[in-house]
């Protein structure tokens, strides 16, 4: 990108010295070495970070190992393992639990190797997310937060996207669409506008969540469930770098062949780039 941000003596002297001319050398050698590696580190830090170190419910020490007889029992990456080779399957440990099936019958266990939700209690459990979609026997469904708490009965809401971080949930009786965070809690809501396939596009990523519904474009923290900036727009935009030196995002189209212009989201404003740019990208305290 070539554009800028917007707002924003004898032969044994003569040995001696060329002995400490080649150490003087080999010093200065090995200090600009050191430099441009600690600077090539430092521009792919500030490059490519992500939110990498923040906020990560996929992100876990435990995980599930299968026995030769099928069986699946919970371990810590430090090699001790919490239950017994007892399940006939085990989902990922997202937001620190797991969906495991006995037989013919779902719940959902910690980190700790406890149940959240005891086998006998519901019929069925699927995963969604961070949270959980749970029915009983009478076919009564309920969203479940990490904790097995029934945050929602679905009795007429749909779940029409999931993603660790967040949900999107059609409620027909409300005509409304709620976005919930990974613990079940309303992030924002939205008048159900449109025909059927017209839904709030969400996207992630580190504790940010992105919205597009109805030509504009809002962006959240998803842990502290505050708008950070809204703007009207026809194209959608996701967020593509997570600058946590400078406190900033960097928002771009999500379709990649769009030629609309990558943004930079700063303490609650907005700035634009001069020029149509492909990429932006954080080194040395500016953008480029």
């Known amino acids: 990108m070539n554009g800028s941000i917007n707002n924003y003596g004898n032969g044994n002297s003569l040995n001696h010295q060329k002995q400490k001319s080649s150490r003087f050398l080999g010093m200065f050698l090995l200090f600009l070495g050191l430099f441009l590696i ?63 099936k006995r037989e013919k019958s779902y719940g959902i266990i910690n980190t700790q190797g406890k149940m959240v939700i005891d086998f006998s209690k519901y019929d069925h459990i699927l995963r969604r997310g961070s949270l959980y979609e749970a029915c009983d026997a009478s076919n009564t469904c309920f969203l479940l937060d990490a904790k097995g708490k029934e945050v929602y009965l679905l009795e007429t ?44 596009s969400i996207a992630v990523a580190s504790s940010y969540l992105s919205v597009f519904y109805q030509n504009k474009f809002y962006l959240f923290d998803s842990s502290t469930l505050k708008e950070i900036v809204s703007f009207s727009s026809d194209v959608n935009y996701c967020i593509k770098n997570v600058i946590k030196e400078d406190e900033a995002l960097i928002i771009g189209p999500c379709n990649s062949f769009s030629d609309a212009q990558y943004k930079i989201v700063k303490s609650g404003q907005i700035y634009d780039s001069f020029d149509t740019c492909k990429s932006i990208y954080y080194y040395d305290g500016q953008y480029r």
């Not at 069986?71 to 810590?76: D, I, P, Q, R, T």
């Open 157 to 200: 809401a749909l779940i029409t996207s999931s993603y660790p971080e967040a949900l999107v949930l059609k409620n027909y009786s409300e005509d409304l669409y709620y976005i919930l965070n990974y613990e079940g809690k309303v992030i924002t809501q939205f008048s159900i506008e449109g025909g059927f396939f017209d839904e709030p």
């Open 38 to 100: 600690g600077g090539g580190i430092f521009f792919g830090y500030s490059m490519f970070f992500k939110g990498k170190d923040e906020f990560q419910l996929t992100s876990s020490s435990y995980f599930f190992i299968k026995n030769k007889e099928g069986k699946y029992a919970l371990f810590h990456e430090d090699g001790k393992r919490l239950t017994d080779f007892s399940f006939d399957y085990a989902g990922d440990v997202i937001n620190g639990t797991a969906l495991v």
